[in-house]
């Protein structure tokens, strides 16, 4: 299965975790998905993607995913999401692959952007440190 990825998800060792494996660098191809840009969520250090026709969210697509990988991702996303298809650009093209898709009306998006080196320097170790023991749980199960 091939999923976009926009937020947390990108970072390497929050990946790592949720899957509980390492994916190798290939496994990321640069992508876009237009009409739509990304906010970080009120009260909350990761980002949602919100309709906006006049901008578009970078990010990558993660290919070969199992569906226990899929499994891992949707306890680590939780009930807010949906897997939803989109289509977004790689190389000029537009494909059709799946991502986690917001319920927009559970979730209050800020109005400034989020960025993924900030929230790295910025949040990602006590993100860490709050969802590791989640994430423990579900390596357990």
């Known amino acids: 299965m091939r999923f976009f990825f926009y937020g947390t998800l990108l970072d390497h060792d ?5 899957l509980g ?11 876009a ?11 909350a250090s990761y980002p949602i ?6 901008d578009e969210v970078r ?13 891992r991702l949707a306890r680590y996303e939780g009930p807010r999401y949906r897997i939803a298809p ?6 000029g093209a537009m494909t059709t692959v799946s991502v986690f ?11 400034g952007a989020w960025d993924l080196a900030a929230w790295q320097r910025r949040y990602k170790r006590a993100f860490l440190a ?8 579900i390596s357990a199960r």
């Open 101 to 111: 898709a917001p319920l927009e009306e559970r979730f209050q998006p800020t109005s």
């Open 49 to 54: 993607v919100v309709r906006d026709p006049k």
């Open 21 to 31: 494996r390492r994916l190798p660098p290939q496994a990321y191809t640069p992508a």
């Open 33 to 43: 998905l237009p009409g739509h840009a990304r906010r970080r969520v009120k009260g």
């Open 59 to 71: 990010g990558a697509i993660v290919g070969g995913l199992s569906i226990r990988d899929v499994e």
């Open 86 to 91: 989109l289509k977004v650009r790689i190389d």
């Open 130 to 137: 709050r969802v590791k023991p989640a994430l423990s749980a």
């Open 14 to 18: 929050v990946i790592s975790l949720v």
